[in-house]
């Protein structure tokens, strides 16, 4: 009998589900939800960097897709041997004593404060000043060494210390936190027991401060520091983690019913989308794995033996088995890749939102035909007009900054910047500017690992920039002056993910031997062009002053 696996891939504006073949990774049925509250920016307020999810858009996003993969294969469900999730993160959410998210609660069904902070959430930089300070001047363990040294208002520990502060109702009712992919691994399994329950190696890892040479999470000693209530907390969430080639549980007798599956399917342990999508595209020694989306994350992983325990400086953590078990995990990323150029997108949009498709010129259909014409060629066209640019014109500088930035060396106080506008600088213009700025953003983090004595033979792209934007891959590849492989996938993280699950059921002895098997091939490749690699060395420069006298000037 053929064996199947469903991987479940959450990102920041939709969940998509993979089912895949065990034997050879074709992907039998797929399906995507968009998150309705999410579209209209519920519980959001992009003014003071909150972001935040309705667990409900991730419930209903799973039931819909799963089943409807179920459903359109066609496979029977007894083939369908497992499920593993991905997810962004960190992305924690509050629960009760039975691991019901608290947004669920009476009195809670519209508080912020009571939903899924989502990892691009902001609004815990002061927090996650206390950390770095705390960790700084305090004579114990260096908490946050393998975390790249710096502690990210992104992660784990300081959404948690922001809400509780902000909160009061909240720090009361919230028993624990777990993060996304925890939540809906445990959602989906039959055991309830929050003790028992496997957290997340990924997570723990590379957000909160979970390290085995301090055996777990940080001490009561150092969190009481911050507040009484993450002591408390502390007591009320796990010491051991667990990799996702691992069983978590089986379906529920509930959900095998909601699904349409059986109890026999296994859950393997949760994971964060970017590692999946790093087993996706077959990772190796000595490649980076860029997953390319609404931000970046970048992926290595290295032998214990060669990295050893030394921490690597600036980096969104190094963790024994977060991505291969048995190799040690490294990652970091940009907070803002798509999201940069989605941004221009919108101020650029404003007047045609709020003067012609607001006209009584136009009636209801044809502004719905114009707003989709806009739409499905907006980034299209300018980035054709960008493209066709000559280097040798002047175009401006700009930064990748637009919501922080996350390495190296993560600092979600600074901002972006253009300088070297002028009369001349046109949409195109600017756009190439910030087409620039996302790719010498990514060169920092090459830099940095280089320096770090990270060896880097090859790069790969995955993510629907990567896919959709040739003019931003050979940009990319001509500023890292490396050639730059295109995963064929649509959906590497779930891919990834299903990989994982199949490791978990038994299938294949390890995850590597499973990746060669079932993972993705590649596309298309971007090699370097040497003329314009030597005309962008300028505008690097360039880039790095700015970078460098916006630093300097936001600390004052």
Not at 359 to 370: G, P, T, V
Request: glycine share 8%.
């Amino acid at each position: 009998m053929k064996r199947y696996f469903i991987g479940l891939d959450y990102g920041t504006d939709s969940v998509r589900a993979v089912l895949v073949d065990s034997d050879n990774g074709s992907e039998i049925a797929t399906e995507v939800f968009w998150y309705p509250r999410w579209k209209n920016q519920e519980f959001c307020d992009a003014s003071i960097n909150q972001f935040r999810q309705h667990p409900l858009d991730h419930i209903e996003g799973l039931e819909l897709t799963i089943k409807s993969v179920v459903v359109h294969s066609k496979i029977n469900p007894k083939s369908i041997k497992g499920i593993c999730i991905d997810t962004t993160g960190s992305s924690p959410i509050p629960v009760t004593a039975k691991g019901t998210p608290l947004a669920f609660e009476v009195g809670f069904e519209n508080n912020a404060n009571a939903m899924m902070v989502l990892w691009k959430d902001h609004t815990a930089i002061k927090e996650a000043k206390e950390i770095n300070e705390l960790v700084s001047n305090w004579d114990g363990t260096d908490f946050i060494k393998y975390e790249g040294g710096v502690y990210s208002s992104e992660w784990f520990w300081a959404k948690i210390l922001h809400i509780i502060r902000a909160d009061i109702d909240v720090k009361k009712q919230a028993f624990t936190w777990m993060e996304h992919c925890d939540f809906m691994t445990f959602l989906l399994i039959g055991n309830k027991d929050l003790k028992s329950f496997k957290r997340s190696r990924c997570a723990a890892g590379h957000k909160a401060m979970w390290h085995e040479s301090w055996n777990g999470l940080p001490s009561v000693k150092f969190l009481a520091q911050l507040d009484p209530y993450l002591a408390e907390l502390r007591n009320r969430l796990y010491n051991q983690t667990f990799t996702s080639d691992q069983v978590a549980g089986n379906l529920s007798t509930d959900w095998a019913g909601r699904l349409g599956l059986t109890t026999d399917t296994i859950i393997a342990v949760g994971t964060f989308d970017a590692h999946a999508g790093a087993v996706g595209t077959k990772i190796e020694e000595h490649a980076l794995v860029r997953v390319m989306g609404t931000s970046t994350c970048d992926i290595m992983v290295s032998p214990k033996d060669v990295i050893g325990s030394n921490p690597i400086s600036g980096i969104c953590g190094q963790v024994n088995g977060s991505v291969i078990p048995g190799l040690v995990g490294l990652e970091a990323g940009q907070s803002g890749f798509g999201d940069v150029l989605a941004w221009f997108k919108d101020v650029l949009s404003w007047p045609i939102d709020t003067l012609v498709l607001s006209s009584n010129i136009l009636d209801d259909q044809q502004k719905m035909k114009l707003e989709k014409e806009i739409d499905d060629n907006f980034i299209r066209k300018l980035s054709n007009e960008a493209e066709n640019l000559p280097l040798t014109e002047s175009i401006p500088i700009a930064l990748d900054w637009i919501n922080g930035r996350r390495t190296p060396d993560a600092n979600q106080e600074l901002k972006s910047a253009i300088s070297n506008l002028s009369l001349g600088s046109k949409a195109p213009h600017i756009f190439k500017a910030l087409v620039h700025a996302i790719c010498f953003g990514a060169k920092k983090i090459v830099d940095r690992l280089e320096e770090e004595g990270v060896r880097i033979d090859k790069v790969i792209g995955i993510g629907g920039v990567a896919r959709k934007s040739s003019f931003i891959m050979q940009t990319l590849a001509n500023v890292l002056n490396m050639p730059i492989k295109i995963s064929a996938s649509d959906q590497t993280p779930a891919l990834g993910a299903a990989i994982y699950a199949a490791v978990a059921a038994g299938v294949y002895p390890d995850v590597i031997t499973a990746a060669q098997k079932m993972g993705s091939d590649f596309e298309a490749e971007y090699v370097p062009i040497q003329e314009q690699v030597e005309q962008l060395l300028p505008e690097i420069e360039a880039y790095n002053s700015l970078c460098s006298f916006i630093e300097l000037n936001s600390k004052k």
